[in-house]
């Protein structure tokens, strides 16, 4: 039982980080553009696919640095030549515009890479068991993504809060015009804050790449966990965000380790259950309603606290 | 007092609107019924089927998008739902031979999409803008994913079969042939297209507008704009368990796919590309879309790929729709100022045409090299035969893109200019007149 509560704990606030590195960078786009980027997840599946066949011609490490900036590219030059030009048709019509290119890059990814997942291997120097506790093996690839993502948070929240950049940053997300007047190229910032978002995301992806599946429809599976992520969290709150990663990260992982289901609890006290139509609901494990409880959180979080957890803005 | 109340009361529509009005609606029955005698084909038949469930489900979505102002992604929960439960309804009602007709099913369907739009809806609709997308979606996953844990009813990955024939028959109509299928999806979509023009008359109606332009204002006005989205949202529902009850009715199936992202996605795309503010408008993107699909499947691999480009393409540069490009013509039409702009229009198709084929070309020739590298590299997407391997399609593509691109950047500014000057001429004209 310590042994389930410890690796769970160690998987759900790894799977948790790299929730927080995506959500991360959505959030910022959306408190400063004020448009959720539906592809966000479609950059971290480019990020994933650029790190495999990048490490496939020069190794993991150049992968690490070269895709996330890639990624990132491709994101700012997003920014810059599409939404903004779609910026005047209003928030609709822009977060339709990202819609559509989650679209468009899934198919993209499908056409060069294929449908089935790709063999994105954990690198040699750091395959081998890091630790072993109650004789189960804990994979130093783990350990190397969940230090990845920290540093990656540490560096981000020292940025926001101690650098110039971070300031004009964090001014720009509630007074852009503000920003503009005091002499600072606000659509350059714009730019900037969505390459490095999408790079982020990007640097999740590398990384989650060799431990999930790297497969085209990777994006199309997080995309909807994300967006409960910063809507639980709160619209537009960096902190919301992260404590939302890390709740839904544990939740689904300590779901997915567990087997009991009502049949097993209250089975021996009224087996007649079993028979009925019920049989669906009194026979199911929590393993596997673990894919539907981000969901069914979002749905109670929507019922009691409908800002989300540190959400301010009503809309 | 009673001056405000006459100039706040709309004019009465005189006769000859009420005769182009009602005469629309009996062109379009006619239309309908006359439809499969001239296409009288399996293939037709059936298109035409999609097509008008297409059509109500398109215009379900757009009490939610256009007239609301909500963005869903999960619209499809309701149009899958009712699906599934008038599936069941066919199965019990044939088995217990329960005097209930083919052509009723629908509404039990349309009833099964108000219930689950009732429920859900009133968490859905706390919220507006991108909180209420958000949240639509998560709604549609947290439906999609327990269809696939509750087995029993929603019949797993295999779903649930009916036979629609065994049903109470009415003046000797089996319902087995498409042709009679056909007649009653026609008679449904007229029935639905009706309720919901109807609706957008009402003083909901209106409300839901007010909603969408300016929330504030109708609290002001003693509205509660999420009582109001709520409502607007379970009337979506209702009619999209129709559209989904016919589906279902039409294939004698219902499968968790009727539920998913896929179905949302596209009636999303057929709304939009319709153009959502008309009501007219998702009725083109229904037709507009179904027929695309069913054709672009049969002439290319990748048809997912141009529709989604496709997509981009209307958001970026017609944000009405397909309808919005007519409308806005509309007012040069009346002043007689058209034939200012047309050439200008003829000019840039031109480059404009030359780039998207090079991007096809482009398109075509990287799909057959990571696709199927091993074939044979004289390809037909399209009809049309060339050689994917030969440097010349190559540098053929290059030159119509790039070459393409910068004509037609410089041909569309004259288009603006031409626009400019037709539209200040017509304004004139009007304020003459």
């Known amino acids: ?315 | 007092m009673s001056e405000i109340t006459l100039s706040a009361a709309p004019p009465r529509p005189s006769i000859t609107d009420n005769l182009k009005f009602y005469g629309l609606w009996i062109a379009a029955t006619l239309v309908l019924a006359v439809l499969p005698k001239i296409f009288f084909s399996g293939t037709s038949l059936s298109t035409f089927s999609l097509i008008g469930i297409s059509i109500i489900f398109s215009l379900s979505y757009n009490i939610l998008l256009g007239q609301t102002g909500m963005l869903s992604f999960g619209h499809a929960v309701y149009y899958g739902l009712g699906g599934f439960l008038a599936i069941h309804a066919i199965n019990i009602i044939g088995f217990h031979k329960w005097p209930v007709p083919l052509p009723l099913i629908p509404l039990i369907g349309g009833v099964a999409g108000l219930v689950f739009a009732m429920l859900l809806g009133w968490v859905s609709t706390k919220r507006s803008g991108t909180a209420f997308a958000m949240i639509s979606l998560g709604v549609a996953e947290l439906v999609a994913s327990s269809a696939l844990i509750l087995r029993t009813f929603f019949g797993g990955e295999a779903g649930v079969s009916a036979n629609r024939t065994k049903l109470l028959r009415l003046f000797g109509l089996s319902f087995g042939p498409q042709l009679q299928i056909y007649y009653l999806i026609a008679a449904w979509t007229l029935i639905c297209m009706i309720a919901m023009y109807a609706l957008t008359r009402t003083p909901l109606g209106r409300m839901c507008n007010a909603v969408r332009d300016n929330p504030e204002r109708v609290q002001f006005v003693g509205y509660d704009p999420h009582i109001i989205r709520y409502m607007a949202f379970c009337f979506a529902g209702f009619f999209a368990g129709i559209a989904g009850a016919l589906s279902a009715i039409n294939f004698e199936i219902a499968n968790s796919a009727y539920l998913g992202a896929v179905q949302s996605g596209t009636v999303l795309f057929a709304t939009y590309i319709g153009g959502i503010g008309f009501f007219i408008g998702p009725v083109v993107g229904a037709i507009f879309v179904t027929l695309l699909s069913l054709g672009l499947s049969d002439l290319t691999t990748v048809w997912q790929l141009y529709f989604g480009l496709f997509f981009i393409a209307v958001i970026a540069f017609a944000p009405g729709g397909i309808t919005g490009l007519f409308m806005m013509h509309r007012p040069l039409i009346r002043t007689g100022q058209l034939g200012r702009v047309l050439p200008s229009y003829l000019i840039a198709l031109v480059p404009t045409l030359a780039m998207i084929i090079g991007l096809m070309l482009a398109i075509e020739t990287t799909v057959h090299y990571t696709v199927n590298p091993d074939e044979d590299p004289h390809i037909k997407p399209f009809g049309i035969p060339f050689d994917a391997a030969s440097p010349v399609t190559w540098i053929l593509s290059a030159v119509l893109v790039i070459g393409g691109f910068l004509i037609a950047r410089r041909t569309w500014t004259r288009v603006g200019q031409a626009w400019d000057e037709a539209s200040n001429a017509s304004r004139e004209k009007a304020l003459a007149a």
């Not at chain 1, 910022?28 to 599946?45: D, E, K, R, W």
């Not at chain 1, 993502?149 to 650098?163: A, D, E, P, Y």
């Not at chain 1, 209250?266 to 669906?280: E, H, I, N, R, V």
Request: charged share 5%; glycine share 10%; net charge neutral.
């Open chain 1, 1 to 315: 039982m310590l042994e389930l509560i410890v690796i769970s704990t160690l998987n759900g606030v790894l799977f948790g980080m790299l929730l927080f590195l995506m959500a991360s960078g959505l959030t910022v786009i959306f408190s400063m553009l004020g448009v959720l980027n539906f592809a966000h997840t479609s950059f971290y599946m480019l990020g994933a696919f650029f790190g495999f066949q990048i490490s496939r011609w020069f190794g993991f490490w150049p992968a690490l640095f070269i895709a996330p900036v890639l990624a990132g590219l491709i994101g700012a030059a997003v920014e810059r030549y599409g939404l903004r030009h779609v910026h005047k048709n209003g928030h609709v019509a822009e977060l339709l515009f990202t819609f559509g290119l989650a679209f468009a890059i899934e198919e993209i990814v499908q056409i060069i890479w294929g449908k089935s997942p790709v063999d994105f291997r954990v690198p040699p120097s750091l395959d081998f068991p890091a630790f072993t506790i109650f004789s189960t093996n804990y994979p130093a690839y783990k350990m190397f993504m969940l230090l990845v993502s920290i540093g990656i948070f540490v560096v981000l929240l020292i940025t926001l809060k101690r650098t110039r950049i971070g300031m004009i940053v964090q001014a720009a997300l509630s007074h852009p015009h503000m920003v503009g007047h005091l002499g600072h190229n606000v659509g350059h910032i714009f730019m900037m804050v969505f390459g490095v978002g999408t790079a982020l995301a990007a640097v999740a992806g590398v990384i989650a790449g060799p431990a999930l599946v790297t497969q085209s429809n990777m994006a199309g599976l997080l995309g909807p966990i994300l967006f409960v992520v910063v809507v639980v969290g709160g619209l537009g709150s960096l902190p919301g965000a992260f404590i939302a990663s890390l709740l839904i990260g544990l939740l689904q992982t300590f779901a997915v380790s567990m087997n009991g289901s009502l049949a097993g609890m209250f089975g021996p006290l009224s087996p007649d259950y079993a028979s009925t139509w019920l049989s669906d609901i009194w026979n199911v494990t929590v393993a596997q309603i673990a894919p539907i409880l981000p969901y069914m959180l979002l749905v109670l979080i929507l019922a009691f606290r409908p800002m989300g957890l540190l959400g301010t803005r009503e809309s």
